[in-house]
């Protein structure tokens, strides 16, 4: 009845693009100085239910120079001398 492969994919897939998008919203957090962010209350932004989101209420993430170099290495384009094979 479910090709199971394919629903994994599906999963797979949207398990991504939140996860992009996470990153998406604590990168333009942190560009507007915004250096914690309480993951409790991330998750309840998101639209997580708030008994899931209580688990993370003891979580803070740091947003410092680390996280803006890995974003900044994400998002910035590759060498143009760079020769694709």
Known sequence: MFDTD????DT????TEFQ???LKLM???HKHGIETVHMG???RILGVDDTTAAEFDNKVLVLDEEFAKYIGDMVSPGDS???LH
């Open 6 to 9: 394919n629903d994994n994919n």
């Open 12 to 15: 797979d897939t949207d398990d």
């Open 20 to 22: 992009l998008q996470v």
């Open 27 to 29: 990168h333009v957090l």
């Open 41 to 43: 209350g991330l998750a």
């Open 81 to 83: 001398t760079q020769t």
